[in-house]
């Protein structure tokens, strides 16, 4: 697994309370238990046709664009473009949605899509809210197949919840950085670390000059240098604490960085 890869994993944010609340304004399941390679799940939640109609709207506005009116997706979604990308996959039956739990789902709204595969899909985390996402969601599923429909929440049900990855970002930063950084991240705990949260400047670099600044160090005028923690801290553990970092940043910081993440390229070594 390279850099890239290990990073998107790690700066994944968890959504387990997006999945709470989808999970919570679902009617009450009926019907019998989903019972798939001998594990059983309870009953399939009924959509509620507000929630459907509400996620019909947004989807449209948000997403028909690339995924097509009707959820049909791209034709020759499968074929690879000469970038490398995949082209907008369908949403409804006849694609492969319905056999990624809701948390991945969530999170791939969230987040965008994996940048390792550069793929185009952007994320929406400062467009929709936690609940229009999730109604996004229910729309997809009112358009599934009963198969579908139970393999889905059979899937979402039994998937293994997904760490923090902010918090587990903040207990690295508290134990390698927070000494020169302060506990907040606040900065110039010792000179001349700078704040790392929205007070300056961190969000003006893209995440592989975070990255390098991390693994390598950086230069100062100063007599105090920044370190290098390649020798200290794993490709995972630098990821969780730019995750963590990024989580300090106003919505307005996080999608400018976003976008120079975008236009950025990572040097060839």
């Excluded at 952007?122 to 809210?129: A, E, S």
């Excluded at 760490?163 to 907040?184: I, K, Y």
């Excluded at 929205?198 to 390098?212: G, I, N, T």
């Amino acid at each position: 697994m390279n850099r890239q890869s290990r990073l998107w994993i790690v700066a994944r944010l968890t959504v387990s309370i997006m999945l709470t609340v989808l999970l919570a304004r679902c009617s009450a399941p009926s019907g019998a238990p989903v019972v798939i390679n001998g594990t059983a799940v309870p009953p399939v939640p009924t959509l509620d046709p507000g929630r459907v109609a509400r996620g019909a709207a947004l989807y449209a506005q948000h997403c028909a664009a690339c995924h097509g009116a009707n959820l049909e997706g791209a034709s020759d979604w499968k074929k690879r473009l000469p970038d490398g990308s995949l082209p907008p996959p369908p949403h409804g039956s006849s694609g492969h949605t319905w056999h990624h739990p809701d948390a991945l789902l969530l999170n791939i709204m969230t987040q965008g899509g994996d940048p390792t595969s550069n793929s185009k899909m952007p994320p929406f985390r400062d467009k929709l809210t936690q609940e229009e996402m999730a109604a996004i969601l229910d729309f997809f599923k009112s358009r599934w197949g009963k198969q579908e429909r139970e393999f889905q929440w059979w899937i979402t049900m039994t998937a293994i919840p997904t760490p923090d990855p902010v918090a587990l970002g903040r207990e690295v930063f508290a134990s390698h950085c927070a000494r020169c950084h302060g506990a907040q991240a606040e900065g110039h705990a010792v000179e001349p670390a700078p704040a790392l949260d929205a007070s300056e400047h961190a969000w003006h670099h893209p995440d592989w000059q975070l990255h390098q600044f991390i693994r390598d160090g950086k230069y100062s005028l100063s007599p105090v240098q920044m370190p290098a923690f390649a020798g200290k801290l794993s490709d995972e553990q630098v990821g969780l604490v730019i995750a963590y970092i990024k989580s300090l940043w106003t919505d307005e910081q996080r999608l400018s960085q976003e976008d120079m993440n975008q236009r950025s390229v990572l040097p060839t070594p």
